[in-house]
Nanobody, 116 residues
Framework: QVQLVESGGGLVQPGGSLRLSCAASGFIFSWYAMDWYRQAPGKQRELVAHISRGGTTNYADSVKGRFTISRDNAKNTVYLQMNSLEPEDTAIYYC??????????WGQGTQVTVSS
């Protein structure tokens, strides 16, 4: 079955960096686009970054220039490198993909807390 397992979250000071990983299984990873979403307390889940199967990337305006999404098809893993973190980046970060017939899959999420 399809599984998305995030890791790499934690507590970091403002201005710091974290790298999130999402290990995928149960589908042909290289065939599909991958996304990172986040949800802060009391807010709706929002798209943070997207990478196509060909490697084209898109970002939310709030993270452009600070976050980088990448993928390693040999490892079935998508990454989110987050630099210059701000308290407003505090959220649960989720890995997401949409497969054939519009079936969507989410990871369990990983908590990122930016605080001094």
């Amino acid at each position: 079955q399809v599984q998305l397992v995030e890791s790499g979250g934690g507590l970091v000071q403002p201005g710091g960096s974290l790298r999130l990983s999402c290990a995928a299984s149960g589908f042909i990873f290289s065939w599909y686009a991958m996304d990172w979403y986040r949800q802060a307390p009391g807010k709706q889940r929002e798209l943070v970054a997207h990478i196509s199967r060909g490697g084209t990337t898109n970002y939310a305006d709030s993270v452009k220039g600070r976050f980088t999404i990448s993928r390693d098809n040999a490892k079935n893993t998508v990454y989110l490198q987050m630099n210059s973190l701000e308290p407003e980046d505090t959220a649960i970060y989720y890995c997401h993909t949409s497969l054939a017939y519009g079936n969507e899959y989410w990871g369990q999420g990983t908590q990122v807390t930016v605080s001094s």
